[in-house]
């Protein structure tokens, strides 16, 4: 069975930057379409960010964090990354990785967390005002 281990979570200064990490147990990884998810406290959890599977060629981003947060993946490691930059309070969330089991890279599906069906346990992720 496939497991993900988030980390790289922390308390930061807003307009600083936090790098998270998901590793994935097994050797189909680079198989599989990935995702950060981020759930803030009384809210429900949201999509972040995605990047399709081998190369990582596509990636999809949730508008509030384009142009500020990165995802990409290396196969070798197993690892698929969440570099964060001028990191906001809003951006206060536990942060999920999450395993897209569809086939293909589509942009509609790779929003819905229903699409995905293995999920690691979260990071937390503090920005301070």
């Known amino acids: 069975q496939v497991q993900l281990v988030e980390s790289g979570g922390g308390l930061v200064q807003a307009g600083g930057s936090l790098r998270l990490s998901c590793i994935a147990s097994?050797?189909?990884?680079?198989?599989?379409?990935m995702a950060w998810f981020r759930q803030a406290p009384g809210k429900e959890r949201e999509f972040v960010a995605a990047?399709?599977?081998?190369?990582?060629?596509?990636?999809t981003y949730a508008d509030s964090v384009k142009g500020r947060f990165t995802i990409s993946r290396d196969n070798a490691k197993n690892t698929v990354y969440l570099q964060m930059t001028i990191l906001k309070p809003d951006d206060t969330a536990v942060y999920y990785c999450?395993?897209?089991?569809?086939?293909?890279?589509?942009?509609?599906?790779?929003?819905?967390?229903?699409?995905?069906?293995?999920w690691g346990q979260g990071t937390q992720v503090t920005v301070s005002s």
């Open positions: 097994g050797r189909t990884f680079i198989n599989y379409n």
């Open positions: 999450a395993r897209n089991y569809l086939r293909g890279y589509t942009s509609g599906p790779i929003y819905s967390e229903l699409n995905y069906d293995t």
């Open positions: 990047i399709s599977s081998w190369s990582g060629v596509s990636t």
